[in-house]
């Protein structure tokens, strides 16, 4: 399995153990990954409000590149996905629109045809790589262990846009890799809402309100950590985490692991190795119940 790589701007910053996590299990599954080291940021939504031709023309590029490999474009990020898969969709429903962008990619040899796949890391693992193969590599399952799933808004909807008229399954697939790994999936209202991270300069109280709201909803249903294929979610319940509970008036302490992170404890991978150290709420509760060391 080949894939044109782009890991998001995050992963290459404030995540940087989402990046370590996602070359170590992909290695380990056979997944081979070209980064295209000089793609652009999506925009992450934001510069698509202000000026959406310019964030079609960039992200267009992308998909140029991708396509120019001959490969299906995968990301690490929902927020990507969600806005690589929007704009895609664009392009494939408005052939003249596509001409326009083309015209601006032709100034650096590029071209995009509008046929790409793009797709996240969690629907490579379950479409792709899939749960068969994804249960028979695993060598240190997760028993004991009750996991929250947390998709982010940008996985999830529109989900015309994204795939589910073809994979109505997608809003499950965090539960079906949960179970593969031996951990018990843990159901909570919050898991498919929105994290707060989109207004966190706008209304920094409200933002953290709502990912505190998550965090004890998720726990008081018995939740010892929650996973999530989103990095900036992963920035609004982790490192923000302490703020969201001063705000909410109760601790929470409940650790977040990115998807590759919680794969790759499955697959045997050492955590110091993917880096689960480097966030703000610790993950040895984790890793105590699996009897490893962090």
């Known amino acids: 399995m080949r894939y044109a790589f782009w890991p998001g701007c995050v992963s290459r910053g404030a995540c940087p153990e989402l990046f370590e996590a996602v070359v170590r299990v992909s290695d380990r599954l056979g997944i081979e990954m070209i980064e295209l080291k000089e793609a652009s940021c999506t925009g992450a939504g934001v510069l698509s409000e202000q000026n959406p031709e310019l964030a079609d023309t960039l992200n267009g590029r992308t998909f140029a590149m991708a396509e120019k490999l001959g490969l299906p474009l995968m990301n690490i990020c929902s927020t990507c996905q969600g806005v690589q898969?929007?704009?895609?969709?664009?392009?494939?429903?408005?052939?003249?629109?596509?001409?326009?962008?083309?015209?601006?990619?032709?100034?650096?040899?590029?071209?995009?045809?509008?046929?790409?796949?793009?797709?996240?890391?969690?629907?490579?693992?379950?479409?792709?790589?899939?749960?068969?193969?994804?249960?028979?590599?695993?060598?240190?399952?997760?028993?004991?262990?009750?996991?929250?799933?947390?998709?982010?808004?940008?996985?999830?909807?529109?989900?015309?846009?994204?795939?589910?008229a073809e994979h109505p399954e997608r809003g499950k697939y965090l539960e079906k890799v949960i179970e593969v790994l031996g951990a018990e999936p843990v159901d909570f209202y919050g898991k498919s809402k929105c994290c707060g991270f989109p207004i966190v300069t706008m209304n920094r109280r409200n933002s953290l309100a709502m990912a505190g709201d998550h965090l004890l909803e998720a726990k008081s249903k018995g939740a010892d950590a929650m996973v999530t294929p989103c990095p900036l979610c992963h920035l609004n319940l982790d490192a923000q985490q302490p703020d969201a509970a001063g705000i909410k008036g109760q601790?929470?302490?409940?650790?977040?692991?990115?998807?590759?992170?919680?794969?790759?404890?499955?697959?045997?991978?050492?955590?110091?190795?993917?880096?689960?150290?480097n966030h703000i709420v610790s993950t040895e509760a984790v890793t105590e119940k699996l009897k490893v060391k962090v």
């Open 85 to 164: 898969g929007r704009i895609n969709y664009k392009f494939q429903n408005d052939a003249t629109y596509l001409s326009r962008i083309n015209e601006r990619l032709a100034e650096e040899g590029l071209h995009y045809s509008g046929n790409l796949e793009i797709k996240n890391f969690l629907w490579v693992l379950v479409e792709d790589v899939g749960l068969d193969k994804l249960r028979s590599m695993v060598v240190r399952p997760l028993r004991g262990l009750n996991i929250a799933p947390f998709y982010g808004c940008y996985i999830l909807r529109p989900s015309k846009e994204l795939g589910y």
């Open 251 to 277: 601790p929470i302490g409940l650790p977040i692991l990115h998807l590759p992170q919680l794969v790759g404890l499955a697959l045997g991978i050492d955590p110091e190795a993917m880096r689960l150290n």
